[in-house]
């Protein structure tokens, strides 16, 4: 079994770069589905998160709004690390139970864990192999504007509050390009695939 971390900057790629490793047979664990499930309405981060930002943070229906979690967090360091340390722990335990139980059945497996915060939340000390996917600054901001409706400013202020890109590829042992056309993309996330696979 190998686990790989995969990370890069936001809206650089991440994601496409996750459903081809799946393709090609990789265990996909995904970090931000997995801070959906851990703040779901009642649980113990949700309540802390209620407690912490208060109920403006709420959807009618309870669920976290995570917009307007963002523009609280976002741009505030010290709130964004108060977030973080609620939700961090129980995603690793959440990981450490998803891999456990997916190499349980295939001892073999490569198992990609897609988290945007590897080194940020401390997970590069937990992976075998790390990959980041990169793309330029004026692509992330014109994702991010047409993905999820930011402004410029709102998509910057994203862009900032994690770690540098080229910090991230200094520690990388692969880096994958998400300005390229998808089939190159995915001939080169094939090729590593197959690489990785005789480490595990």
């Known amino acids: 079994m190998i686990v790989v971390g995969l990370t890069g900057g936001v ?11 799946k393709q090609c047979g990789a ?9 959906k499930y851990v703040v779901k309405p009642g649980k113990p981060a949700w309540r802390e998160i209620v407690s912490t930002f208060g109920k403006t943070v709420l959807n009618p229906d309870r669920t976290i709004n995570r917009r307007a979690l963002g523009a609280i967090v976002f741009g ?6 108060r977030l973080e340390r ?33 080194f940020e939340a401390g997970v590069d000390k937990r992976v075998d192999n790390i990959i980041v996917v990169t793309t330029d600054r004026k692509t ?31 520690r990388a042992d692969h880096v994958l390009d998400g300005t390229l056309p998808r089939p190159s993309l995915r001939k080169q996330v094939g090729q590593l695939s197959k690489s990785l696979r005789l480490l595990a």
């Not at 540098?164 to 200094?170: A, E, G, N, T, W």
């Open 11 to 21: 809206a650089t790629g991440k994601s496409t770069v996750a459903r081809m490793f």
């Open 27 to 35: 265990i996909v664990i995904d970090a931000d589905e997995l801070a």
């Open 76 to 81: 505030n360091r010290v709130k964004l690390r």
């Open 86 to 118: 609620i939700i961090h722990p129980r995603v690793a335990r959440e990981q450490a139970r998803l891999t456990k139980q997916s190499t349980g059945k295939n001892p073999d497996a490569i198992v990609i864990y897609d988290v945007p915060l590897l």
């Open 140 to 170: 992330q901001i014109a994702r991010l504007k047409k993905r999820n409706g930011l402004t410029r400013a709102e998509a910057i202020r994203r862009i900032d509050s994690q770690m540098p890109l080229r910090k991230k590829i200094q």
